[in-house]
């Protein structure tokens, strides 16, 4: 195994990052994130932490790059299914839209973390590869929605990260927590009751800010 680990050729550390990024997003899909460790991440792949650490030095940089690859594959789900001149009417429009962002859930778990925690403890470098593929990214959703939309850039822009920060709020709300259920007993209140239908109100919030920024464009 530790010879298996001590990969040489830059294909073997992708290998090895790969099944790094596996572990750890298995444990994030169960686990709180403070209760995520580097040891914890080293036990659940069978390594030492000595091991683990030729290839990261904090949680953090397995974090953003966990939360990159969401964040491509949200975008490219995005792009794929909302393409060039399609035609869609806004109410279809935000349909779509709300069963993308339901499909990556895990893209909103993570970004609930990003700004706050992880991008606080990464190495410049990284943190500069992750903005720029931000960047690169944001780009091509704007100039879809500008086409198809017939919005500025910077609106394109404020309408896809504004949908995106209240999904990231609203999947936080959605998710289960037993230790506010509990709070929420005590006094009296329905723990279901205050959670709200994340599929249902993103496509809501979505065609309400589609119609502001479509109207306010003709």
Sequence with gaps: MADFIRARSDEQKQQRMAEIKAATDELFSTQPYHEITLTTIAEKLGWSRANLYKYVSTKEEIFLSLA??????YNEAFLAAY?????????????VW???LNSHRSHLHYGDLLMRIIETNVSLDCLVEFKRGYYEGI???TDRLTKNL???AQESKRLFETVYHHAVSISSVCTN??????????????YEATRPNFLDDMKDFILMCLQWYTSEAS
């Design 68 to 73: 990159a690859d969401k964040r491509d594959a």
């Design 177 to 190: 927590n037993p230790l506010a259920k509990q709070a929420l007993d005590v006094i009296g209140i329905d």
């Design 83 to 95: 393409p060039e001149d399609c035609g869609y009417s806004l109410e279809v429009l935000a349909q």
């Design 98 to 100: 709300a069963g993308i």
């Design 139 to 141: 780009g091509r959703i």
């Design 150 to 152: 017939g919005l500025s």
